[in-house]
């Protein structure tokens, strides 16, 4: 009997522990696995399917788009049907068989998948409430007016509804939003709809928890209504907001019984992030979030980018982190809350991100762990976590710690990792197995509190006692083709813990000289751009000054003003901008613009780049830059590669010296 009282006992104190919103104490890490119009092949379900067995290794979590039908090509954000039936779960992203098969491998996998909820607003049919009549396990549900808020659009939809003769429901409980119906959560007619909805998701579908969207636009006590009911593991709230005051008053606001039943996006963190990124201010990382405070970090779920944020083009250029992604995603890596990859970023970065995971599971975060500020400035910006990893932004040689507890086991730009010797037994390579641009230079270290050094061998054998050895922190080259590295510690000449093994494909970087009919004269003020084999139309130039937002210098119509052809490099058009007096459109006087884009007519269109005087562009960015007349051009083509940063700056011509990172050489993006 004293056995049984005390597994009721355990079971009555678990079950709340685990509905609170989010698991205390949780140490995974999750995917966006979408972005902005990401349907049309990143985020198919077949698609992310093929990649479980890479995905696993590092995440646990999976966030995916709404995934009903929404009549039509869409993100998901413009929801109809709620409940799977014919063809009601075929979008844009797949097919319902698909879905279930994505979603029943992750959990194979032990990935866990986020639906993304879209409660607040409802797409309509035929009419403004013309909703669908759907049967679910033999019930009928159907929303109508009555279910729309009286407030909805404006009191657009009480003009409608007046001319209908039809009742609406009661005003909306949060903010409002034009496009589509908001629907009105006081109705026992929505909160029973939405209350199956998420039993469906759950137990049919098989998600294990939601992403709460526009979460702003109606009161918190309705999303803890829901996941009381639901009971779902994980719940996350969009509430876009970044005022760290703000969130937590909304994370407050669902409790059931005193108990908080959802976490939210941490958006402060975010901003935080931009700020110091965008503006090179390292110490904006000190700003309040819900990762800092220790008494809500387990419901912070941290981001540094979204589908939202994101840059997607000229026309719709958002709020996006401009340089540093990979450093911000150091920072998040190594800090409280449960950090969410953006699928962007995993994409283009993955082999610099994968370590970062792998580091932050060694040294044991979790979204409840404690960190401690060791050094903050403008220029740099460290921390610990836990005292067992310590992250450093920013300007890296600004610190590093004296306690020879430390081992180093990242070295970016601006970001670098040293975990404590006493959280493993283990031999460290700082990079991840996949395919590079130029030699590398990586890091090999023995995490251990042993005097260890590292052996190690490039072609794919087992290393030995004799096998070739490093002192720990000291790096090996790697070289062009493909690499098979193994290393271990090597401890008074015995081979000590696990054989650690990466596959390295690095491509040789073609040498390049910029074409001798490009030039500058005195006092010009031009660009040139390397087109894509592809862009067959006229390539325009759109330019503008980012301090002054009425100052464009390419006409003021977009896309801008046509470019001059020069001739061919390497079988691509050579195009050149050169600003006309005629062509500024704005107040004050015309110096010179600050960003740029070049374009096919319009479409398709380069990302914003940093203008630089005579820069020589192509479609990933600068290249290099035109610095006079045709016979000094000659006299550089056997000059060293020139190295720049992806926001534009230059960073030297000789690799050996460049921090990790993505650089701009030979018209490609070199990662080191």
């Known amino acids: 009997m004293k056995k049984l009282l005390l597994s009721l006992l355990t079971l009555l104190v678990s079950s709340?522990?685990?509905?609170?919103g989010w698991p205390s104490e949780y140490k995974g890490v999750m995917l966006q696995a979408f972005y902005w119009d990401s349907y049309n092949k990143a985020s198919k379900w077949t698609n992310l399917q093929a990649q479980v067995d890479e995905l696993s290794q590092y995440f646990q979590l999976v966030w995916i788009p709404q995934s009903g039908n929404c009549n039509g090509k869409s993100m998901g954000y413009d929801p109809y049907y709620l409940f799977p039936g014919t063809d009601h779960y075929t979008s844009s992203f797949g097919s319902e068989k698909q879905l279930r098969s994505m979603i029943s491998t992750f959990k194979e996998k032990k990935i866990e998948t986020i639906a993304d909820v879209v409660i607040n607003h409802r797409k309509s049919g035929s009419g403004w409430f013309g909703f669908p009549t759907e049967t679910y396990n033999n019930i009928t549900y159907t929303m109508t007016s009555t279910d729309v808020c009286s407030d909805d659009d404006n009191g657009k939809a009480q003009t409608e509804a007046t001319r209908l003769k039809v009742a609406l429901g009661a005003a909306d409980t949060g903010e409002g939003w034009d496009g589509m119906r908001d629907l009105d959560h006081k109705s026992e007619n929505v909160q029973n709809i939405v209350k199956a909805y998420l039993h469906a998701l759950l137990e049919d579908l098989g998600y294990a928890g939601f992403r709460y969207d526009m979460v702003k636009g109606y009161s918190g006590t309705f999303t803890g209504l829901y996941n009381k009911d639901s009971s779902p593991k994980y719940s996350v709230g969009e509430y876009w907001d970044g005022n760290a005051s703000n969130v937590k008053s909304w994370i407050n606001s669902t409790k059931v019984d005193n108990v908080i039943q959802s976490a939210a996006f941490d958006f402060p963190f975010r901003y935080t992030v931009r700020d110091a990124c965008n503006n090179g201010n390292w110490?904006?990382?000190?700003?309040?979030?819900?990762?800092?405070?220790?008494?809500?970090?387990?419901?912070?779920?941290?981001?540094?980018?979204?589908?939202?944020?994101?840059?997607?083009?000229?026309?719709?250029?958002?709020?996006?982190?401009?340089?540093d992604t990979l450093a911000g995603n150091a920072h998040m890596l190594a800090m409280p809350g449960t950090p969410c990859?953006?699928?962007?970023?995993?994409?283009?970065?993955?082999?610099?991100?994968?370590?970062?995971?792998?580091?932050?599971?060694?040294?044991?975060?979790?979204?409840t762990s404690s960190i401690t500020r060791l050094k903050n400035s403008t220029a740099c910006y460290a921390f610990s976590t836990d005292d067992r990893l310590i992250a450093v932004l920013g300007n890296v040689s600004n610190y590093a710690p004296t306690d020879n507890g430390w081992v180093k086991i990242l070295d970016g730009y601006h970001y670098a990792y040293y975990i404590r010797n006493t959280v493993g037994n283990t031999a460290w390579i700082s990079h991840a197995s996949g395919k590079y641009q130029g030699e590398q230079k990586v890091i090999l270290a023995a995490i251990t509190t042993q005097n260890a050094r590292i052996v190690y061998t490039t072609d794919g054998s087992t290393p030995t006692a004799s096998s070739p050895s490093v002192a720990s922190?000291?790096?090996?080259?790697?070289?062009?083709?493909?690499?098979?590295?193994?290393?271990?510690?090597?401890?008074?000449?015995?081979?000590?813990?696990?054989?650690?093994t990466r596959e390295y494909e690095v491509e040789y970087v073609e040498p390049f000289s910029i074409p001798s009919f490009c030039t500058v004269a005195d006092g010009e003020v031009c660009a040139f751009f390397e087109a894509p084999i592809t862009w067959t139309n006229t390539?325009?130039?759109?330019?503008?000054?980012?301090?002054?937002?009425?100052?464009?210098?390419?006409?003021?119509?977009?896309?801008?003003?046509?470019?001059?052809?020069?001739?061919?490099?390497?079988?691509?058009?050579?195009?050149?901008?050169?600003?006309?007096?005629?062509?500024?459109?704005?107040?004050?006087?015309?110096?010179?613009?600050?960003?740029?884009?070049?374009?096919?007519?319009?479409?398709?269109?380069?990302?914003?780049?940093?203008?630089?005087?005579?820069?020589?562009?192509?479609?990933?960015?600068?290249?290099?830059?035109?610095?006079?007349?045709?016979?000094?051009?000659?006299?550089?083509?056997?000059?060293?590669?020139?190295?720049?940063t992806i926001d534009g700056r230059y960073a030297g011509n000789d690799k050996s010296t460049l921090p990790h990172g993505i650089f701009i050489t030979n018209g490609k993006k070199f990662v080191r």
């Not at 000229?314 to 340089?323: F, G, L, S, V």
């Not at 083709?481 to 650690?500: E, F, P, Q, R, S």
Request: include cysteine.
């Open 16 to 20: 709340p522990m685990m509905a609170q």
């Open 283 to 323: 110490a904006k990382l000190a700003n309040s979030s819900l990762a800092s405070d220790g008494n809500y970090r387990r419901y912070g779920v941290t981001f540094i980018e979204n589908h939202d944020t994101e840059f997607r083009s000229a026309n719709a250029p958002q709020d996006p982190i401009k340089k």
């Open 341 to 367: 990859v953006f699928l962007k970023h995993w994409i283009d970065c993955k082999e610099f991100i994968k370590p970062m995971i792998e580091a932050r599971r060694l040294a044991g975060i979790s979204n």
């Open 473 to 500: 922190g000291e790096k090996i080259t790697i070289p062009i083709g493909t690499t098979t590295l193994k290393a271990a510690m090597l401890v008074n000449g015995n081979i000590t813990g696990d054989i650690i």
């Open 539 to 644: 390539i325009k130039c759109w330019a503008w000054n980012a301090n002054n937002s009425n100052a464009n210098y390419t006409g003021g119509t977009w896309p801008g003003v046509e470019c001059t052809k020069l001739g061919t490099n390497n079988g691509k058009d050579v195009w050149k901008w050169t600003f006309k007096a005629t062509d500024y459109k704005g107040s004050g006087n015309a110096t010179q613009p600050t960003l740029i884009i070049f374009s096919s007519n319009g479409d398709p269109q380069t990302d914003n780049l940093t203008f630089k005087n005579g820069g020589y562009y192509n479609q990933d960015g600068l290249r290099d830059i035109v610095t006079g007349i045709g016979n000094v051009v000659n006299k550089q083509q056997n000059r060293l590669q020139r190295y720049y």
